[in-house]
């Protein structure tokens, strides 16, 4: 295993998350990129569908805040327990290159139901061409946060079906993608 690897296992256990990889999944390894950092990663047997897991622990954060902040004084600062709705449009904004995307947030007793959460959202994008993810041409993008633990980011990667390369149609996603739209991730 990876140190990657070893990290997001830890990362699961800290934040008491339920994690199975979808059947036939295997693990492939970290892609470094200037865009966005990611813990682990897998991908379908096809290669058609690649999944990325990003965890950002509170407590963690709560640790390098107040680790950068020793011998400072600070009046006011934001709570990181609200910053989840801004990571998740920024970072459907930096992987998209500036593409306005209309995410779905979705009701809190759903989160809650799907994935234990306080709150979730889905986008679909194009991606930009950078290197991010050479292969790819699309992505879905799933946060999920619960409050005081954590905030989870899945990012799945996949090529656009429709044909037309200057229309992005987020309905029309291939079957690995629709078969494995909601990974199988919850706070205990």
């Keep these: 295993m990876t140190s990657e690897t070893d990290d997001f296992q830890t990362l699961l256990a800290e934040a008491g998350i339920e994690f199975t990889p979808p059947p036939g999944f295997d693990p492939c390894p970290v892609h470094e990129n200037s865009v966005f950092a990611y813990q682990y990663a897998h ?3 096809s290669g058609d569908l690649e999944l990325r897991y990003r965890i950002d622990s509170i407590k963690r954060l709560e640790e390098e805040r107040r680790i950068a902040n020793e011998g400072m004084e600070v009046l006011a600062s934001t709570d990181l327990n609200n910053l989840h709705e801004y990571s998740f449009m ?8 500036g593409m306005l995307a209309e995410p779905s947030v979705f009701k809190p007793e759903t989160s809650a139901l799907l994935y234990n959460a306080d709150w979730c959202a889905l986008g679909f994008i194009r991606l930009a061409d950078n290197d991010f993810a050479p292969g790819y041409d699309s992505a879905y993008v799933l946060a999920i946060h619960k409050s005081g633990v954590a905030d989870i980011y899945v ?5 656009d079906i429709s044909g037309e390369p200057e229309h992005f149609d987020k309905n029309s996603l291939p079957p690995v993608v629709k078969i494995n739209l909601a990974p199988a991730l919850r706070f205990t």
């Design 90 to 97: 920024a970072t459907l904004f930096n992987l998209s290159g």
């Design 43 to 45: 991908r379908s047997p």
């Design 155 to 159: 990012i799945g990667l996949y090529n």
